[in-house]
């Protein structure tokens, strides 16, 4: 089975930093690409960063270019965003996601939250 756990979210001032990892199982990570998402309530689910089977390929949505990175460990089935010169406008929940044999599969979520 298909499983996520994310981690490195929290409360955090505008120009500060964090880290959400994502470790997945239930099926071979390397095989396949990752993505983070961000939604905040009343609105649609945001692609924020993609990155591919073996991290040699990175996209990412004009808001957060130049200030977010996406990586994996495809030793530790882990993908990372890593979050630099945060914004309010970044507070949102986080989720990873990959789609499996045509099937969607997310995290659970973690909460990032840029305040002053």
């Known amino acids: 089975q298909v499983q996520f756990m994310e981690s490195g979210g929290g409360l955090v001032q505008p120009g500060g930093s964090l880290r959400l990892s994502c470790a997945g199982s239930?099926?071979?990570?390397?095989?396949?690409?990752m993505s983070w998402y961000r939604q905040v309530p009343g609105k649609e689910r945001e692609l924020v960063a993609t990155i591919s089977t073996a991290g040699t390929s990175t996209s990412y949505v004009d808001s957060v270019k130049g200030r977010f990175t996406i990586s994996r460990d495809n030793a530790k089935n882990t993908v990372y965003l890593q979050m630099n010169d945060l914004k309010p406008e970044d507070t949102a929940v986080y989720y990873c996601?990959?789609?499996?044999?045509?099937?969607?599969?997310w995290g659970p979520g973690t909460q990032v939250t840029v305040s002053s």
């Open positions: 239930g099926f071979t990570f390397s095989a396949y690409a």
């Open positions: 996601k990959t789609t499996y044999r045509w099937r969607d599969y």
